[in-house]
Every structure is written in structure tokens, then in C-alpha cells.
T-cell receptor, first 113, second 114 residues
Framework: GENVEQHPSTLSVQEGDSAVIKCTYS??????FPWYKQELGKRPQLIID?????GEKKDQRIAVTLNKTAKHFSLHITETQPEDSAVYFC????????????FGTGTRLKVLA | DAGITQSPRHKVTETGTPVTLRCHQT?????MYWYRQDPGHGLRLIHY???????DKGEVSDGYSVSRSKTEDFLLTLESATSSQTSVYFC?????????????FGPGTRLTVT
């Protein structure tokens, strides 16, 4: 069935270092891949997304890369700051008559000051 | 934040009682979704709607039903709550057409079944 695997489940980095989170999806028809950031007790917030006709997208310190052949995509955060500490979720957008999203299980990122 | 509200925001109920959670949007988006979030499982889709009176099951639909009688409202009902349904429930909306794929979440409802 449709599945999104996300790794690692936890990640600790020193402030100023980079963080990379990776996701793999199973449905080759997926064409949209968002990333969400969720702070403790809050709702998931869309932070960046990428479509299947693009290989990389950047927004200040965050970037997402997509490899459609390998069916994986990654979130890159550079110059990490304490406020980047949160849980990050990847997702794949699937169309099978109707539209739905399949989420990864999340990565807890801790940025150590 | 997109115009999405959920009610109630917190609820404690007893096993065996019916519970209804409400999601209300002011964005006129076609698609609405209900997810549950549990530690180690991420966000799992319960049910979703692609229009008024048009709904479909997600991956964890057992024990849940939904209804959508108006574009702006999507109700999630637990017919007879069980302790395994203790969770945080998020509603989400998406236009999902014309290339507008972004999905936005409501503030969540924390449900405890004792």
C-alpha cells in the first residue's frame, strides 16, 4: 500500500550546524511533497513544499530536494537555531480518484545551544 | 493561520459514550480531512471529504464516522468511545485542485477516554 518512510526519528545537532531529514515514498504517481513543522502543543505548519517537476527548492535556511527516480526527498536546514527545535513531518500527495496525503512518522529535531 | 477552527479543544469522556468533534472552515476549500496523532505514529488519516456529502475512509477509520452537510463543516463521530481513541485529533483543509495542493491544519482537539 501507500507508504512514506521518514528517517531519522530523532536528530540532535549543535547550533549553527546543518540538519538533514530524509523521506522515501512508495507511490510513483505522487507529485507533491510538503514538509511540516510542529512545535510542542501546536498544529503542524507548512514550511516548504516541492512539486515533481522541480528537483530543488530553497527558502532562506531551508531547502528541499527531490529525486523522483529513487522516490525520495529530503529537508535541509542550514545554520540551525534553537527555534528550529520541533518535530518535522514529510508527506506525499496521492491521487487515486480523490486526493489524500500520506505522512511520515516524524523527526524530532533538537538544536543544542 | 488559515480559517479553521475545531471544537471542543479539549474533552474528557467515558468509555462507551458517543463523542462528536467539529471542524469549521471559512476558506471554502473543497477537501476536508480528519487525522489522529499519536506518539510514534505521526499523523494518520481517519476519514476525508471531497465535497458536501462525499466522504471516504482513511487508514484508521474503524470506530469512526463522519458527515459533511455543508462546505464549511466536517463532523467526526466516535459512536462508542474506547480508550484506544484517546488521541489528539486534527482537522485539515485543502483546495486540492487547480494545482493548489497545500493543506492547512486546525488547532487540534485533545480527547481523553477514561
Amino acid at each position: 500500500g501507500e507508504n512514506v518512510e521518514q528517517h531519522p526519528s530523532t536528530l540532535s545537532v549543535q547550533e549553527g550546524d546543518s540538519a538533514v531529514i530524509k523521506c522515501t515514498y512508495s507511490d510513483s504517481a505522487s507529485n507533491y511533497f510538503p514538509w511540516y513543522k510542529q512545535e510542542l502543543g501546536k498544529r503542524p505548519q507548512l514550511i516548504i513544499d516541492i512539486r515533481s517537476n522541480v528537483g530543488e527548492k530553497k527558502d532562506q535556511r531551508i531547502a528541499v530536494t527531490l529525486n523522483k527516480t529513487a522516490k525520495h526527498f529530503s529537508l535541509h536546514i542550514t545554520e540551525t537555531q534553537p527555534e528550529d527545535s520541533a518535530v518535522y513531518f514529510c508527506a506525499a500527495y496521492i491521487f487515486s480518484g480523490t486526493y489524500k496525503y500520506i505522512f511520515g512518522t516524524g523527526t524530532r529535531l533538537k538544536v543544542l545551544a | 493561520d488559515a480559517g479553521i477552527t475545531q471544537s471542543p479543544r479539549h474533552k474528557v469522556t467515558e468509555t462507551g459514550t458517543p463523542v462528536t468533534l467539529r471542524c469549521h472552515q471559512t476558506e471554502n476549500h473543497r477537501y476536508m480531512y480528519w487525522y489522529r496523532q499519536d506518539p510514534g505514529h505521526g499523523l494518520r488519516l481517519i476519514h476525508y471529504s471531497y465535497g458536501v456529502k462525499d466522504t471516504d475512509k482513511g487508514e484508521v477509520s474503524d470506530g469512526y464516522s463522519v458527515s459533511r452537510s455543508k462546505t464549511e463543516d466536517f463532523l467526526l463521530t466516535l459512536e462508542s468511545a474506547t480508550s484506544s481513541q484517546t488521541s489528539v485529533y486534527f482537522c485539515a483543509i485543502s483546495e486540492a485542485t487547480s494545482g493548489r495542493y497545500e493543506q492547512y491544519f486546525g488547532p487540534g482537539t485533545r480527547l481523553t477516554v477514561t
